[in-house]
């Protein structure tokens, strides 16, 4: 199993925060390994509040910075074509770290398990994921805790 990551950073990070970044590759990987992902690719992009506001609004009519946005290159009920000898595009995550930081203090864990929280989120919906009801809820969360315990990113 192998995932392409392509990380962008746009925002001036700490030492400390580019070392928890490198868990977020590590969920990625292991959200890939679980779903039987055998070659992909995803992009990353970290950023502030304000552009996550902005894609916010722009995509999703919501005037609001959030978490973490997945933006799936297919589809739901899309199948997805795989190229041989070459990862398939799964889609972009954009995650906000002032957000994940936020959160990271307000539910009382580390920065590195709410970057792979995030990470492991955004996949999921690329991958057609959802939390619209609460069954679906449920599959979904129980799947990200499931991934991040195998990295060691338990609460």
Do not use: C
Request: glycine share 4%.
């Amino acid at each position: 199993m192998s995932l392409q990551i392509e990380r962008q950073v746009h925002i001036k990070l700490t030492k400390n925060e580019e070392d928890a970044l490198a868990w977020l590759d590590r969920a990625l990987q292991s959200a890939a390994e679980v779903e039987q992902v055998a070659n992909g690719a995803v992009s990353v992009q970290i950023v502030d509040n304000q552009t996550i506001q902005q894609f916010n609004q722009t995509f999703r009519r919501v005037d609001r910075p959030t978490d973490v946005l997945s933006f799936p290159q297919w589809e739901t009920d899309e199948e997805i074509i795989e190229l041989p000898d070459e990862p398939t595009p799964l889609g972009d995550i954009v995650i906000s770290l002032p957000k994940a930081k936020q959160q990271a203090a307000e539910y009382g864990h580390s920065l590195e398990r709410e970057l792979g929280f995030l990470a492991v989120h955004g996949f999921l919906h690329l991958l057609g994921y959802d939390h619209q009801d609460a069954e679906q809820e449920r599959e979904m969360f129980a799947k990200q805790e499931a991934i991040l315990q195998r990295i060691g990113l338990q609460r």
